[in-house]
């Protein structure tokens, strides 16, 4: 982000609080959208009451795909954009948005049949097995959809045998399986302060704020708080979005204006220390049915195995948490697709759970429900004399494409003229990206000599940040820097750049969203405190504020990710450079080649 720091911001806000718009929501939708308008020249503010990217934004399963599943349910519109999206985020943000081969296991032939034709029709929502007829179908569409606009492989079909052979740990029932070709997302939070920091550095119309609250409207004027220090800051909008995800209803009644557009549902995942299931993954994802015919998901992540997801109706997202009866479910949906693999609680090393703002829905079964988007609109009236725009529904995959929908209506009632399309617009760090390995090889080496770190360094950082890692280096002595003592792959330069200019105003913002050391199982106890007196002294603290800071830490870290005291403080600090999602990505980069 830009050198304006938060309190700069909220000055400048002060001082001229009339907006074109306001975005209310710092998810991946709010934040695209603010892309959008702010490279068209509006002036736009975004307001987030938590961090950025700290809501359903930050518990996907980590895919960017097409969404074979919905095909059955004949929205064949929505595969076909979120094909098109998922080619473009390969392309536009590549250090973080990978090929990744996925693997069917298959149970019977003929199964389904009748049930998805039922689907299709709308004439039932019951859940039921699929067979490789049916797959074979879906993944022809798939194919077709794609044709020509990715060099990834088309389907494959494998006998039992050959399944057998290169999924040994697979359960023996199956009767033959599929591999095709989707994406995986290594950091989302990072990709979406990549597109904040972007937005900041091609436009000076935008401005964004964590921690602010929008919580009335008065009149022509929204009242938003600042939930650093509780001050209040009157803005005056002409037009609101509301990308408030799950919370877009609790948010519509600042408006007065009672909605009912969400139908919200919990997911969690876990994250699985296990080098037996990391194995059996064969390097990418399985995509299975449970035996209720419920789709799961594994493959791995960083040194580890994501594992996910249910899918529960839930009225209050911010009760959402992943529960010891989802956790059981979704160990016991493991055991059926690996019945010789033992998961032992303690390899469970993270568990993660969002809210997926889906729309308001009769279907019987959530997996049914439409992850399509949508916009909802309330016009401008007497007593409110703004129209507010809701952003219901969508996919972390189609981010883009549902912000660029509603920015062309927001466009509209501003009377302004689109400058400039987003399609082809490379994202942060994804910005002449070295594509091959010989290119990353070189990049790496001409980085190592000109910042003056080893060239394992280089490569750490490239993994990290893309090629923004040049803006960490311009700005650091890499060569001086000292490395963490409990991390030794993080160094003080890395770490004070992240808390300076991305907007870090909590330890959980470094530890959970700017860096991915919660989530890749890496966390301790020393490493937590030393993060915090790091974040202490670069902000300033008191003592009794950095205490503070550190227990509602850990009280987060146990209550929404299951890492108690006793966890943190058995696991040991991290001593190598090693930087396991390379190697993962040559790994799927050599399945893609060999497609
Ligand atoms: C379990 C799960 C798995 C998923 N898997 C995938 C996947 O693999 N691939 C994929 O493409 N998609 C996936 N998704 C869907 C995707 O993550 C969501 O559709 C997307 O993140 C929604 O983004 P959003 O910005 O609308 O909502 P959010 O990310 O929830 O953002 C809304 C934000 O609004 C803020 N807010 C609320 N009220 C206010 C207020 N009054 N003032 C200011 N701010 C406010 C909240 O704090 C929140 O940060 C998954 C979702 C879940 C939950």
Redesign the pocket.
């Known amino acids: 982000m830009n050198a304006e720091t938060r309190k700069q911001k909220r000055a400048r806000l002060l001082q001229s609080p009339d907006v074109s718009v306001v975005i209310?929501?710092?998810?991946?939708?709010?934040i695209g959208l603010y892309r959008e308008l702010a490279l068209q020249g509006v002036d736009v503010l975004l307001?987030?009451?938590?961090d950025y990217?700290?809501?359903?934004?930050?518990?996907?399963?980590?895919?960017?795909?097409g969404g074979l599943r919905y095909l059955e349910n004949g929205e064949f519109t929505l595969v076909r954009e979120s094909l098109n999206e998922r080619n473009r985020l390969l392309a536009n943000a590549p250090h973080y948005v990978r090929p990744l081969p996925t693997t069917i296991p298959i149970f019977s032939r003929w199964d389904g049949v009748w049930q998805a034709l039922l689907r299709f029709l709308r004439l039932s929502d019951k859940q039921s097995r699929r067979g490789a007829f049916v797959i074979k179908l879906g993944l022809m569409a798939y194919d077709l959809f794609t044709k020509g606009a990715t060099s990834m492989p088309t389907h494959r079909f494998h006998r039992k045998c050959s399944t057998n052979t290169q999924w040994p740990a697979l359960n023996k029932e199956t009767v033959c399986s599929a591999t095709y070709y989707d994406a995986w997302i290594s950091y989302p939070e990072r990709l979406a302060f990549e597109l904040l920091a972007d937005t900041e550095q091609l436009s000076d119309t935008g401005m964004a704020l964590n921690y602010?609250?929008?919580?009335r409207a008065e009149g022509d004027q929204l009242m938003i708080e600042d939930r650093t220090d509780g001050a209040q800051i009157r803005v005056k909008p002409r037009v609101v979005v509301n990308?408030?995800?799950?919370?877009i209803d609790?948010?519509n009644q600042?408006f007065s204006m009672p909605t009912q557009f969400i139908g919200g549902t919990k997911?969690?995942?876990l994250i699985i220390n296990n080098r037996e299931l990391y194995q059996a993954t064969g390097g990418g994802m399985i995509y299975y049915e449970n035996p209720e015919g419920r789709i799961c998901i594994l493959f791995p992540y960083f040194d580890n195995v994501l594992v996910?997801?249910t899918d529960i109706s839930i009225t209050n997202p911010d009760t959402a948490v992943c529960t010891a009866e989802e956790t059981a479910y979704i160990l016991e949906s493991l055991k059926y697709i690996f019945p010789d693999i033992t998961i032992s609680h303690d390899e469970i090393v993270y568990r993660f759970s969002?809210?997926?703002?889906l729309p308001a829905s009769d279907r019987e079964t959530n997996g049914q429900i439409s992850r399509d988007h949508s916009c909802r609109v309330m016009p401008a009236s007497e007593d409110q004399p703004f129209p507010v725009y809701s952003?219901v529904?969508?996919?972390?995959?189609?981010f883009r494409s549902f912000a660029e929908q509603v920015a062309d209506r927001v466009l509209a009632d501003l009377d302004v003229t689109r400058q400039q399309s987003t399609h082809a617009l490379a994202i942060g760090g994804g910005k002449d990206y070295p594509e091959s390995d010989s290119e990353r090889e070189h990049w790496c080496q001409q980085f190592s000599e000109k910042y003056g770190c080893s060239i394992l360094r280089a490569e750490q950082l490239l993994m990290r940040y893309g090629t923004c890692a040049v803006a960490l280096a311009e700005k650091y002595d890499l060569g001086n820097d000292r490395p963490l003592e409990h991390h030794t792959g993080y160094s003080y330069g890395e770490l004070t750049y992240l808390i300076g200019s991305e907007q870090v105003v909590h330890l959980s913002d470094l530890l959970l969203r700017r860096t991915a050391l919660a989530i890749s199982g890496e966390l301790n106890m020393a490493m937590v405190q030393e993060f915090n007196e790091l974040l202490a002294r670069q902000s300033g603290w008191s003592a009794e504020v950095a205490e503070e800071e550190l227990s509602r830490t850990l009280s987060h870290l146990e209550k929404h990710h299951g890492l108690d005291h006793n966890t943190l403080n058995k696991r040991p600090s991290i001593r190598s450079e090693e930087h396991h999602v390379s190697s993962q990505e040559s790994a799927y980069e050599a399945v893609v080649q060999a497609g």
Do not use: D, Q, Y
């Open positions: 209310v929501g710092g998810g991946i939708n709010g307001v987030e009451k938590e990217c700290s809501g359903a934004s930050a518990a996907p399963s980590r895919m960017i795909h602010a609250e929008l919580i990308a408030a995800g799950a919370w609790f948010t600042a997911g969690s995942h996910g997801s969002g809210v997926r703002p952003m529904g969508g996919k972390w995959t189609t």
